[in-house]
């Protein structure tokens, strides 16, 4: 069964500081991975999807993520953030073979400080 | 346009009784997921409909959850004799169509809480 670790559960951060937010799943087939964000009394919206082809797949917001199939990582990247990032990160996964449901990990929150 | 709508967005109920959870998806979206996420938690998949047919229930976690669909649209997804447990934000997604290639959009939620 398909499972998602996120590494940190709060990650405090300066603004105009990079960030990156850990992310391994554990899958024995093809997988599809996703990063949701949630603001405060909001849905989750989509940042960035991996699907295939390039590792390196870029997002709203200026976001960006790695796919590593070595290390079964997809770690969420900023270069430089801002205080309305402050939110909270889920990474998520759904398996190949026309399953739809997503895993999700249990979330990072990310506090961005001035 | 209009995204996902949840209704209510909090429901507070006394152990024992039965709730009822209102989603309304993104006209025409074709698929529909409900999810609960517990305090801390990240959100878990509890059932996906295609149109009107319940394709995947299970991520319910016993008898005393159900959820329908009927005209392929609004969704209800219904707790009997709720318990303390069950306290939890559910969550509603829809998309175009079903596939893992296709975004979900999330609603806000319902905040239900079991005292």
């Known amino acids: 069964a398909q499972s998602v670790t996120q590494l940190d559960s709060q990650v405090p951060v300066f603004e105009e500081a990079p960030v990156e937010l850990r992310c391994n799943y554990s899958?024995?087939?093809?997988?599809?991975l996703f990063w949701y964000v949630q603001y405060p009394n909001q849905g989750l919206q989509l940042l960035l999807k991996?699907?295939?082809?390039?590792?390196l797949v870029k997002g709203i917001n200026g976001f960006e993520a790695e796919f590593n199939k070595s290390q079964t990582s997809f770690h969420l990247r900023k270069p430089s953030v801002h205080i309305s990032d402050t939110a909270e990160y889920f990474c998520?996964?759904?398996?190949?073979?026309?399953?739809?449901?997503?895993?999700f990990g249990a979330g990072t929150r990310l506090a961005v400080h001035p | 346009g209009a995204g996902v709508s949840q209704s209510p967005r909090y429901k507070v109920t006394k152990r024992g009784q039965d709730v009822a959870l209102r989603c309304d998806p993104i006209?025409?979206?074709?698929?529909l997921y409900w999810y609960r996420q517990a305090l801390g938690q990240g959100p878990e998949f509890l059932t996906y409909f295609n149109y009107e047919a319940q394709q995947d229930k299970s991520g319910l976690p016993n008898d005393r959850f159900s959820a329908e669909r009927p005209e392929g649209s609004i969704s209800t997804l219904t707790i009997q004799r709720t318990e303390q447990r069950d306290s939890a934000m559910y969550r509603c997604?829809?998309?175009?169509?079903?596939?893992?290639?296709?975004?979900?959009?999330f609603g806000p939620g319902t905040r239900l809480t079991v005292t």
């Open positions: 899958s024995s087939v093809s997988v599809y």
């Open positions: 006209s025409g979206h074709v698929s």
């Open positions: 991996y699907l295939s082809g390039s590792t």
């Open positions: 998520a996964v759904t398996p190949g073979g026309g399953y739809n449901k997503l895993i």
């Open positions: 997604a829809s998309s175009l169509e079903g596939g893992p290639f296709v975004e979900q959009y």
